[in-house]
C-alpha cells in the first residue's frame, strides 16, 4: 500500500483552461520559438519559391534535389546570422527602420556567404556536379529578396496586429485627448500611446501650426486644423484632455494655447518637457509629461542648443558641480546626469538638500547612482575644495556656490565677500593645481556695472577666472544670465506666496524691468556657453526681452482668474538697498561680439589681471575685521570694491 501524503498541495489539479493560459501566456522563450520557427519556414519557401521564379515556373530536371541538398546549408547559415544580428532579441512590438536594417543586413552577409560556399568555392562533399546542373547566381538575389521580404512581413504584421486590429477593439478605454504639434515629438507621443493599448489617453486627432499638415494622417489620426482652431476641436471631439507636443515653443505661444483650453473648458493640459539631451533613437514617454507650471507661461523661451556638441563635452566625464543643490546647481545636475558622465560630484553646504537631492535622482536616474557622489562641504574651507577636487579629480567644474540675494548680501557684505570672491579662488586655484580641464564659473547680469555688493563680488569673482586663465593648463569661463524665474528668493516664489495670502503683490517701482528665463532654459545655455567658450573668456546670455516686474505680477494674477487691483492689489514699495531699475547685460561699458549660438555673447572685458595682483586685491579684503550683522563693516567693504571695480558704485 504506498504511503498517504499529508501534504494536499503535492497533487495538485490544474485545470484546462489554466493549462491553455499557460501555453500561450507570451514569455521570451516561446517569442524566440514562434519566429525561429517561423524563419526556418520562410527560409524554406523562399528558397523553392526563387526557384520557381528564375526558370518562370519551368524547372528542369536535376534542380530539385540540387535545392534540396543545400537547403540544410541555408538554413544554417540564415537562422545562425539572424541569431549574430540580435534579430531574435529585437522586441517586434515596436519594429522600425533600424530592425529592418538589421535584418536586411543578416540576409545580405548570409547570401553572400551561401554564394562562396555553394558557387565560387564548392564543398566537395556536396557532389553537386552529380546532379547535371550549376546553381545560378541570380537565384541568391531572388532568394535574398524573397527571404528579406517574408521576414520583415512577419514582424510588421504582428506589429499591424498589436496596433491596428486589436487596438481598435480598445481604442476608447483612455481619455480623448487632441495633440497640439503635429511634428516629430506628437508622433512620438501618439506612439507611445499605441504602445500602453491607449489605456489612459486616446488620441482624436493633432492640431498644428503648419496648414500644410492639415488633413494629414499620421498613423491613422488626422491633423484636424490648425492650432487656432483649438475651441473648435475640442467641441467636436468631445476632447477631455490637451497635450501640448512642442517642446521648444516660446511662451506667448504656450500662453495662448493654454487659455484657449482653458476656455473650452479643459482642465487636464499636459505639455512634453524641454529636451536637453540627444540620442540616436530618441524617444517620448507618457510618464514625462508635465504640467504647465506659471513659469512656463510667463518666461519660458525657445531655446535651440548643439546637443552633439555638449554631448562630446559632457558624456563620460568627471563633472564636479558646486552650489549642487541650488535653483541653478541642481538643474545643472539634472542636466548633465541625461548626459551619461562618468562620474558627477555634487558639492554642497546642505546637508539635508543633499540628502533629498539623493532621493530625486535615483528615482529620475536610477542607471546613474554608482556614479554620483554626494559632498558635504564649503568653498570657503580652500582644504575641503582641494582634498575633494584631488580625490575626485573631475575634468569640468561648474561653480555654481555663491550667495545671490541682494539686499541680504547689502547687511553681510563680508560673508558676499568670503563666498564669491574667495570661494571662487579657492576652486579656481584648486583646478590648477590637480589640472582640472575646464572651470566654468556661473556669474549675473548684476556684475555689469554693479550696484551691490553682491553684483560687485561676482565681478571680482569674473576677475578671478581671467586672472587663473593666464596661467595656462586649466581653460576658465565665466557665463553671466539674467533672472531665472522660480529660483529661491526670486520673485515669482514671492508673488506666489503673497498670492496665497490674498495679496497685495509687493513691486519695487512701476518701472522696474528685468530679463527673466526659466531654470532649465538658463542651465541650457550655460550648457551651450561651455561648449563655445574659450580661455579667459567672459560670456553672456542673451535673455530675452526685459519685462517689467509690474507686467509679470498682473499677468500672474490673471492666470489665477483674477483681476489685477480689483481682485488683488498691487503695492510699490520702493528700491531696496544694493537694486537698480534696470540691469544690464548687453551694456555700453564692454560691448560683446556675437558667437555662432544667436543667445551666447562674448563680452569685451578691458580688465586683465595677473595671479600676482588677485593675490594682493584678496590680501586686502582678507585684512577685514569678520563681525556681525548689525556690526558690520559695509561701508569698508564698499569702499575695497568701488577701488578694484572700475564701475562700482554705491545707490
Known amino acids: ?304 542648443v548643439e546637443y552633439d556638441r555638449i554631448e562630446e563635452l559632457l558624456t563620460d ?33 546642505d546637508e539635508t538638500e543633499l540628502h533629498n537631492m539623493r532621493l530625486q535622482l535615483n528615482r529620475a536616474f536610477p542607471e546613474m547612482a554608482d556614479r554620483l557622489h554626494y559632498v558635504v562641504g564649503d568653498v570657503r574651507d580652500a582644504v575641503r575644495v582641494g582634498g575633494v577636487i584631488g580625490t575626485h579629480r573631475p575634468q569640468l567644474v561648474f561653480h555654481a556656490a555663491a550667495y545671490k540675494h541682494v539686499p541680504m548680501m547689502e547687511d553681510n557684505s563680508s560673508e558676499a565677500v568670503k563666498v564669491n570672491i574667495f570661494g571662487t579662488r579657492n576652486l579656481a586655484r584648486a583646478c590648477q593645481l590637480h589640472g582640472v580641464e575646464r572651470f566654468v564659473m556661473i556669474s549675473t547680469d548684476k556684475a555689469v556695472m554693479p550696484t551691490s555688493i553682491m553684483g560687485a563680488t561676482k565681478r571680482v569673482a569674473e576677475y578671478v577666472c581671467t586672472a587663473y586663465s593666464r596661467e595656462g593648463g ?48 538658463a542651465v541650457s545655455l550655460v550648457l551651450q556657453a561651455a561648449v563655445l567658450g574659450n580661455n579667459g573668456e567672459v560670456l553672456v546670455l542673451d535673455m530675452g526681452e526685459p519685462v517689467k516686474v509690474v507686467e509679470l505680477a498682473e499677468e500672474l494674477i490673471r492666470l489665477h482668474g483674477l483681476k489685477p487691483y480689483e481682485d488683488i492689489p498691487i503695492e510699490f514699495v520702493g528700491l531696496r538697498p544694493g537694486e537698480k531699475l534696470f540691469e544690464e547685460i548687453l551694456t555700453a561699458e564692454e560691448g560683446t561680439e556675437a558667437t555662432r549660438h544667436q543667445k551666447v555673447f562674448v563680452a569685451r572685458n578691458s580688465a586683465a589681471h595677473t595671479t600676482e595682483e588677485i593675490d594682493r586685491m584678496l590680501a586686502e579684503f582678507a585684512a577685514l575685521p569678520d563681525v556681525a550683522p548689525g556690526l558690520d563693516n559695509r561701508q569698508v567693504v564698499k569702499e575695497l570694491l568701488m577701488r578694484h571695480v572700475q564701475h562700482y558704485k554705491q545707490d
Open 317 to 349: 566625464k568627471a563633472i564636479m558641480v558646486t552650489g549642487a543643490c541650488g535653483s541653478i546647481g541642481s538643474e545643472i545636475v539634472r542636466q548633465v546626469c541625461g548626459f551619461k558622465p562618468a562620474s558627477l560630484i555634487l558639492f554642497e553646504i
Open 474 to 521: 586649466t581653460e576658465y569661463t565665466s557665463v553671466r544670465f539674467g533672472n531665472v524665474l522660480g529660483s529661491r528668493g526670486s520673485v515669482l516664489p514671492l508673488f506666489m506666496e503673497q498670492l496665497k495670502r490674498g495679496g497685495p503683490l509687493t513691486v519695487t517701482d512701476r518701472e522696474m524691468k528685468r530679463y527673466f528665463m526659466t531654470i532649465p532654459e
Open 1 to 304: 500500500m504506498p504511503p498517504i501524503s499529508h501534504n494536499p498541495d503535492k497533487y495538485t489539479f490544474i485545470a484546462p483552461e489554466q493549462l491553455i493560459d499557460k501555453l500561450i501566456r507570451p514569455s521570451a522563450l516561446k517569442r524566440f520559438i514562434f519566429f525561429f520557427l517561423g524563419d526556418a519556414l520562410i527560409v524554406t519557401l523562399s528558397l523553392y519559391l526563387a526557384l520557381y521564379l528564375r526558370f518562370d515556373l519551368r524547372i528542369k530536371p536535376g534542380y530539385i534535389p540540387l535545392i534540396t541538398e543545400a537547403l540544410p546549408f541555408f538554413l544554417v547559415v540564415k537562422l545562425a546570422l539572424f541569431a549574430v544580428f540580435k534579430v531574435y532579441k529585437m522586441t517586434w512590438r515596436f519594429v522600425g527602420l533600424i530592425e529592418l536594417y538589421n535584418i536586411g543586413l543578416a540576409t545580405l552577409v548570409a547570401e553572400a556567404f551561401l554564394m562562396v560556399l555553394l558557387v565560387i568555392t564548392p564543398l566537395p562533399y556536396l557532389h553537386l556536379d552529380h546532379y547535371g546542373v550549376h546553381f545560378p547566381r541570380s537565384l541568391f538575389i531572388l532568394d535574398g529578396l524573397i527571404s528579406f521580404l517574408f521576414v520583415c512581413a512577419l514582424r510588421i504584421s504582428r506589429r499591424g496586429y498589436l496596433e491596428v486590429i486589436r487596438n481598435k477593439r480598445s481604442f476608447a478605454q483612455g481619455k480623448r485627448t487632441l495633440i497640439v504639434g503635429a511634428g516629430i515629438t506628437g508622433e512620438l507621443v501618439l506612439r507611445d500611446m499605441a504602445r500602453r493599448d491607449f489605456a489612459e489617453y486616446y488620441p482624436v486627432g493633432f492640431l498644428d501650426d503648419n496648414p500644410m499638415k492639415v488633413g494629414s494622417f499620421i498613423h491613422g489620426v488626422r491633423v484636424l486644423g490648425v492650432t487656432d482652431r483649438l475651441a473648435e476641436a475640442v467641441r467636436k471631439r468631445d476632447v477631455e484632455v490637451v497635450i501640448i507636443a512642442i517642446p521648444s515653443t516660446h511662451f506667448k505661444s504656450l500662453r495662448k494655447i493654454h487659455h484657449a483650453a482653458r476656455e473650452a473648458g479643459i482642465t487636464r493640459i499636459k505639455m512634453v518637457p524641454q529636451m536637453y539631451k540627444h540620442h540616436a533613437r530618441f524617444e517620448v514617454s507618457l510618464k514625462e509629461l508635465s504640467e504647465i507650471s506659471i513659469e512656463d507661461l510667463i518666461g519660458r523661451q525657445a531655446v535651440e
